[in-house]
């Protein structure tokens, strides 16, 4: 167990709906970071937040949406689902903004999501 | 935007050989971290590699950093079938002013019996 937790670990829905991911990071990491991976895309930085606050943005769609709550866990919202929008999506967490100097990231188990 | 660049994408070896996975990327960066990620599973960190000349060894496993030329090797050392997985390069970019990483494409290993 990394410590970071993310749920649910399997979510199968159907296009033009919307899901939210959710990630608590581990204890004491402020910042969050999401990552989609998929096959021919590899892992894709989507977002980042620390502390509350966005810091970086990646290759986000607009369909997409983020959020870091005051407990420091970060949802990740995915609307108007297309069938290309399946992929495996990762929650990673760090202590402050550029990841650990000797550890980088940690990541979670990840959220498959499957849209049909 | 920062580029990383991995290579092979995909090796197939047999048990006790030797072979080095390279990780090429665009623009100066001072931080690179090699992870490892089975099947369906998490990444897991094995290394980062801090400056330029930077060696590191676990088991079978060697990884080497070339600032000057970009350049990352993860060296494997008489492999082992346990070895299989996908094994990820990640170059930290600080361009706009944040900092995130940005992984290669992965290279996907096979050991064979």
């Known amino acids: 167990d990394s410590g970071v937790t993310q749920t649910p670990k399997h979510l199968i829905t159907a296009t033009g709906q919307r899901v939210t991911l959710r990630c608590s990071p581990r204890s004491g990491d402020l910042s969050v970071y999401w990552y989609q991976q998929s096959l021919d895309q590899g892992l894709q930085f989507l977002i980042q937040y620390y502390n509350g606050e966005e810091r970086a943005k990646g290759n986000i769609l607009e369909r997409f949406s983020a959020q870091q709550f005051p407990d420091l866990h970060s949802e990740l919202n995915l609307s108007s689902l297309e069938l290309g929008d399946s992929a495996l999506y990762f929650c990673?967490?760090?202590?402050?903004?550029?990841?650990?100097?000797?550890?980088?990231?940690?990541f979670g188990s990840g959220t498959r999501l499957t849209v049909v | 935007e920062l580029k990383v660049e991995q290579n092979p994408l995909f090796l197939s070896m047999q048990e006790g050989k030797n072979y080095t996975i390279y990780c090429n990327y665009s623009?100066?960066?001072?931080?690179l971290y090699w992870y490892r990620q089975d099947p369906g599973k998490s990444l897991e960190s094995l290394f980062v590699l801090l400056s330029n000349g930077a060696v590191k060894q676990e088991g079978r496993l060697m990884a080497s950093l070339d600032t000057k030329a970009r350049l990352s090797t993860l060296h494997i050392t008489a492999a082992v079938h346990d070895l299989s997985a996908t094994y990820f390069c990640?170059?930290?970019?600080?361009?706009?002013?944040?900092?995130?990483?940005?992984f290669g494409t992965g290279t996907r290993l096979k050991v064979l019996a």
């Open positions: 990640a170059v930290l970019d600080f361009t706009s002013g944040t900092y995130k990483y940005i």
């Open positions: 623009t100066t960066s001072d931080r």
């Open positions: 990673a967490s760090s202590v402050g903004s550029g990841g650990a100097v000797n550890y980088g990231y940690t």
